[in-house]
């Protein structure tokens, strides 16, 4: 098993960002490894259970002949995405929204399993918890736009 966390902070209400992480439709216009998000049945796209989703670059390719749909749930200022990977093994997705001083913090945590989890760390893994700073950045951007 692989697990990596990541926090960053913008300066925007924890409501406000609360609005755009819980709609996993938005994934792709601030998470960079989001290329595309699909849920399944789009009238409820805030509360969705299952659906996919394409990984930006070359992974897209690989992910679209390997995993099936994802699954999805919320809690309170939580959502969490687990996707199924060859192997038993899934790439599980969460992030929390909570308030900070002056803003909002976002943490990030990945966690990848199974029988074919080095391969999926080093594919997907490392890849998808990159960044996340610049991730936040855009996340800010995005809220202050809606």
Do not use: C, N
């Not at 409820?44 to 099936?68: E, F, K, N, Q």
């Not at 994802?70 to 969460?94: A, D, K």
């Not at 909570?98 to 909002?104: L, Q, R, S, V």
């Amino acid at each position: 098993m692989w697990l990596s966390t990541e926090t960053s902070s913008v300066s925007a209400p924890p409501a406000k960002v609360w609005e755009i992480v819980q709609d996993i439709t938005l994934l792709p216009r601030w998470h960079h490894f989001f290329s595309s998000v699909t849920v399944e049945d789009p009238e409820t796209a805030l509360h969705p259970g299952h659906g996919h989703y394409v990984p930006a670059g070359w992974r897209g390719l690989l992910h679209a002949r390997t995993a099936g749909p994802f699954t999805t749930s919320l809690g309170e200022r939580s959502v969490v995405l687990r996707q199924p990977q060859p192997g038993r093994g899934e790439q599980i997705f969460s992030w929390w929204v909570a308030p900070a001083d002056g803003g909002t913090r976002i943490i990030q945590r990945i966690r990848v399993s199974g029988r074919y989890g080095l391969l999926f760390t080093r594919l997907a893994g490392h890849a998808s918890a990159r960044g996340f700073d610049e991730d936040v950045r855009k996340l800010g951007l995005l809220v202050a736009q809606h």
